[in-house]
Nanobody, 115 residues
């Protein structure tokens, strides 16, 4: 069974950068994409970025040009590099594995953008 663990969140000033990591453990068979979602207080969870098993990346309009999703297959890790952060990027960020079976979620990591 696949487990996902996120890390890299924290407090950063507007304009700053953070890199989130999502490490998968267990059997990774059947995972066809890894997605990063975020959920701000009082708002619905939204898809931020995704990367397929073949390396195709997609982004929400709100982060296009500022965030970059990448993967390091040998380490079973997917990264979300976040640059030019804005206060509206403040949220809990979740890693999600899209599989042929049930979707799998990590526990989330808090990102706070504030001066």
């Amino acid at each position: 069974q696949v487990q996902l663990v996120e890390s890299g969140g924290g407090l950063v000033q507007p304009g700053g950068s953070l890199r989130l990591s999502c490490v998968s453990s267990g059997s990774a068979r059947g995972i066809y994409a890894i997605r990063w979602y975020r959920q701000a207080p009082g708002k619905q969870r939204e898809l931020v970025a995704s990367i397929t098993s073949s390396g195709v990346a997609n982004y929400a309009d709100s982060v296009q040009g500022r965030f970059t999703i990448s993967r390091e297959t040998a380490k079973n890790t997917v990264y979300l590099q976040m640059n030019s952060l804005k206060p509206e990027d403040t949220a809990v960020y979740y890693c999600n594995a899209a599989t042929l079976g049930p979707s799998i979620w990590g526990q989330g990591t808090q990102v706070t953008v504030s001066s």
